[in-house]
């Protein structure tokens, strides 16, 4: 743990856990009580992770857990003006819309979608539901995770999204994560959600993060997903992550695919918040499954975006490839640290990992560690990452044509960027994405 | 039109041009031949403002324009256009997006309106027409997946549609099978004028069959040779280089 600075942080923690056994005013059941006091002790026993964890290396939380927050906020429902939320939106896109603020559901600002085979709810409302009890905090490891295990311990609400079998959603469904510090206070919000997709079901799931606020309040979000993705199952899940230099975001995802389903993730983050750490782990646990994981990072100012992801192959015939690109400008820090696990069972896995980085600027810096980890003999891996700077010949043909240097590193890192956005099957999605990057360019 | 003067360059710190010198005026075509290690190609990058180039001596002016103080993109807006030996692909900057910049950056320096979508369409597809490339443009990325004639009748119908001044072919026939290179001449041809002039470097003589230059240099040891007519090259075609060799031999002796 940080000793001194993350200390009184860790105790308010520590204060809040004890003060909650003691009002154990909660209707939750025995097991998920059980689940917390589980997670608890593996907080207590890891506290906030310092930059020995190898994990953790190339960041410094102190800086960002130093402040003073509210910790246990009251339950209340923040205004959230409806322009804020046409900013979020995304132009022309068919959608069911979910609007979550401070990481709590708001049905009266989001979409009612007809008919019980699509369930939205807060997650609050769905811990009596088989799919909840079936998956909820049955895929993380909080032995090693330390936010996910303070997060398993302490969060009070989120979203539940339930895809009954054989249900293909005829529109994808966009949830709009709004955080705001509100009051006048540094918050620090653990919001969580559960994903349950039956089997033969399909359907995108889109998910925007935004904030507002001024910069003198800070909001640390520590937040936990988990996907649980049934057999022959299609889910594409898209995050697209903004928000102001007064918000920093660990950002935990753990999905569980079972046979023959394919799960796509579509990551993109823009210049702003301060700190954004993304732990991104597929488990194909099962046959013939797929997984893409598509990521674009832009990265500006004094940024640090973090992208720590884990695919492991747990059963033969299953196919994995994962490509993430950076855009690095100004001070910018980026980690991408990559690690395919191939179990002793999973032959004939096909696992494949690609890192590019495009350098705009000398002060940036990236840290990139692929990792391969393979107990089977019969597979086929790879990885790959590169650092670089402008294409030289390319950006001259360009000029060659009379195009000025500023119009034609901007085509180029387009061009950069195209090989994962031209994967995003949504085209309003797609088009969305080219404005935040031409956005995050100025 | 182009007039460049005792012009030096080296690149990594080797001389490649070593003095250098030529006229080109309106309506013309000239060749430019020689042997590999010569310094055409360099010629080519150094007259389009290529930066791994350094220019250590020597002027170059299109008309009036001194050429050397203005970026590469200024150079292409004052009229001057190289056709690449080597076009270079470049995937996810769509031919029609990157054509249309550049037509709309060129036109901004020349202080014309930029081009609407309708009129720019027709255009491309005249030119197209013009060139004989019936490519699929829109949609596809710059030069991607291009067989090498296909790049080389891009580069052509990209001359058609910027209409330069002075273009610089370079080696825009190697690696041409006859049909192309029949199409490619066929388009050089057309687009002529004598507004506009054309430089042509060629390791090969059959290029001119299709395009009559008006004037044929070869260039040896970063210097012009020899200058004649398109006689000089198919005497070239029969002899080879060797006794350019000699005779300049014979000249450092004297």
Same mark, same amino acid.
Do not use: C
């Given at each position: 743990m940080i000793k001194q600075i993350t200390t009184s942080l860790y105790d308010?923690?520590? $204060? @809040?856990?004890e003060l909650r056994s003691i009002l154990s005013?909660?209707?939750?059941?025995?097991?998920l009580h059980e689940l917390r006091e589980k997670a608890f002790d593996q907080f207590r026993r890891l506290g906030f992770p310092?930059?020995?964890?190898?994990?953790?290396k190339y960041i410094n939380l102190a800086p960002f857990l130093k402040h003073e927050f509210i910790t246990e906020p009251e339950e209340e429902l923040l205004a959230i003006s409806e322009e804020t939320i046409a900013k979020a939106k995304i132009q022309k896109l068919d959608c069911?819309?979910?609007?979550?603020?401070?990481? #709590?559901? *708001? =049905?009266?600002?989001? @979409?009612?979608?007809?008919?019980?085979?699509?369930?939205?709810?807060?997650?609050?409302? &769905?811990?009596?539901? !088989?799919a909840f009890t079936t998956h909820f905090g049955k895929y993380i490891a909080l032995d090693s995770n330390h936010f996910a295990a303070l997060n398993t311990a302490f969060f009070r609400d989120g979203l539940f999204i339930e895809i009954k079998t054989k249900v293909i959603v005829d529109k994808p469904i966009h949830i709009i994560h709004i955080v705001s510090p509100g009051n006048n206070n540094n918050l620090f919000l653990q919001p969580r959600q559960l994903f349950v997709t039956g089997a033969h079901s399909e359907v995108s799931i889109v998910e925007s993060y935004f904030s507002t606020g001024d910069k003198d309040q800070q909001v640390f979000v520590n937040n936990v997903?988990?996907? $649980?993705?049934?057999? #022959? &199952?299609?889910?594409?899940?898209?995050?697209?992550?903004?928000? *102001?230099? *007064?918000?920093?975001?660990?950002?935990h995802t753990e999905i569980s695919q079972k046979a023959s389903s394919l799960y796509n993730n579509y990551k993109a983050s823009f210049p702003g918040t301060a700190l954004l750490r993304n732990n991104l782990n597929v488990a194909l646990d099962g046959e013939n499954i797929e997984s893409h994981l598509y990521g674009l990072y832009l990265a500006g100012g004094k940024q640090l975006i973090d992208n720590h992801t884990i695919v492991d192959h747990l059963k033969p015939n299953c196919y994995s490839n994962e490509l993430y690109k950076g855009v690095m400008k100004d001070e910018a820090v980026a980690v991408f640290n990559g690690k395919i696990m191939v179990r002793k069972d999973a032959q004939k896995t096909n696992a494949f990992q690609k890192n590019n980085n495009l350098m705009l600027s000398r002060k940036a810096v990236v840290d990139s560690k692929p990792q391969l980890e393979i107990f089977a003999d019969d597979v086929k891996c790879s990885h790959g990452s590169t650092i670089g700077q402008f294409n030289e010949d390319a950006l001259f043909y360009l000029k060659a044509r009379g195009i000025g240097e500023e119009k034609a590193k901007a085509l180029?890192?387009? $061009?950069? &960027?195209? @090989?994962?956005?031209?994967?995003? !099957?949504? =085209?309003?999605?797609?088009?969305?994405?080219?404005?935040l990057i031409e956005e995050g360019l100025r | 039109m182009l007039s460049i003067k005792n012009l030096r360059a080296s690149v990594e710190g080797k001389e490649i041009l070593k003095g250098l010198s030529l006229e080109v005026k309106a309506g013309e075509i000239h060749a430019i031949m020689g042997p590999n290690g010569s310094g055409k190609s360099t010629l080519a990058a150094v007259l389009a403002g290529n930066e791994k180039y350094e220019v250590t001596g020597g002027e170059v002016w299109l008309d009036g324009k001194n050429l050397l103080e203005l970026a590469p993109e200024d150079r292409a807006r004052e009229g001057v256009f190289l056709a690449f030996q080597y076009p270079v692909e470049i995937p996810g900057v769509s031919n029609i997006n990157f054509l249309r910049t550049a037509m709309n950056e060129i036109r901004t320096y020349r202080n014309l309106p930029a081009m609407e979508s309708k009129e720019f369409l027709k255009m491309v597809k005249e030119k197209q027409k013009l060139v004989e490339f019936d490519a699929a443009l829109t949609n596809r990325s710059l030069n991607e997946g291009f067989s090498g004639g296909e790049k080389k009748r891009n580069e052509i119908f990209q001359l058609a549609m910027l209409d330069p001044k002075l273009a610089v072919l370079d080696?825009?026939?190697?690696? /041409?099978?006859?049909?192309? /290179?029949?199409i490619v001449s066929k388009g050089v041809n057309k687009l002529r004028s004598d507004k506009n002039a054309f430089v042509l470097i060629t390791h090969y003589q059959r290029l001119l069959d299709y395009i009559v230059p008006d004037f044929v240099h070869v260039l040896y040891n970063g210097q012009i040779a020899k200058t004649g007519t398109k006689e000089l090259a198919l005497e070239l075609e029969e002899k080879g280089y060797d006794w350019l060799k000699e005779e300049s031999k014979e000249k450092e002796l004297a």
């Open positions: 308010q923690f520590v $204060a @809040d856990f005013s909660s209707s939750e059941s025995t097991e310092n930059t020995k964890v190898e994990d953790w069911y819309r979910v609007i979550m603020i401070n990481g #709590q559901y *708001n =049905p009266g600002l989001s @979409d009612n979608i007809p008919g019980e085979t699509i369930v939205v709810s807060s997650l609050s409302a &769905a811990m009596n539901k !088989p997903s988990e996907i $649980a993705v049934g057999e #022959q &199952a299609h889910l594409q899940h898209y995050y697209i992550q903004t928000g *102001n230099t *007064n918000t920093s975001y660990i950002h180029l890192i387009h $061009a950069f &960027a195209y @090989d994962v956005t031209e994967k995003i !099957p949504i =085209p309003e999605v797609q088009t969305h994405i080219n404005l | 080696e825009t026939d190697s690696g /041409l099978d006859i049909d192309a /290179l029949r």
